[in-house]
């Protein structure tokens, strides 16, 4: 029953920006920690960045502060990934998660791609 539905992502010219939604279903989603993760072809999958259910405090990787927004809505049930000043190394399959404890739901991810 429980599912994460991610959309948005595609294809942008370096500079660009591209927007990720997810929108969770069959559990307390606000009792989730959502988090982004993506992984390129041949490369080790990373966490990009992550916000906490309690008090909304977001984690951002090195490689992508100052350009990449995290943020939930939870009377919406819905969590974004504003991606600004994209790269081509941003490249990847991004993957919504959401994750309590042992628990993790997995999207099926969205294609990235940042190219000339």
């Known amino acids: 029953q429980a599912q994460v539905v991610e959309s948005g992502g595609g294809l942008v010219q370096p500079g660009g920006s591209l927007r990720l939604s997810c929108a969770p279903s069959?559990?307390?989603?606000?009792?989730?920690?959502m988090s982004w993760y993506r992984q390129a072809p041949g490369k080790e999958r990373e966490l990009v960045a992550s916000i906490r259910s309690v008090d909304n405090l977001a984690n951002y990787a090195d490689f992508v502060k100052g350009r990449f927004i995290i943020s939930r809505d939870n009377l919406n049930n819905t969590a974004y990934l504003q991606m600004n000043s994209l790269k081509p190394e941003d490249t990847a399959v991004y993957y919504c998660?959401?994750?309590?404890?042992?628990?993790?739901?997995w999207g099926q991810g969205r294609q990235v791609a940042v190219s000339s």
């Open positions: 069959g559990f307390r989603f606000r009792a989730f920690t």
């Open positions: 998660i959401a994750g309590i404890q042992c628990y993790s739901y």
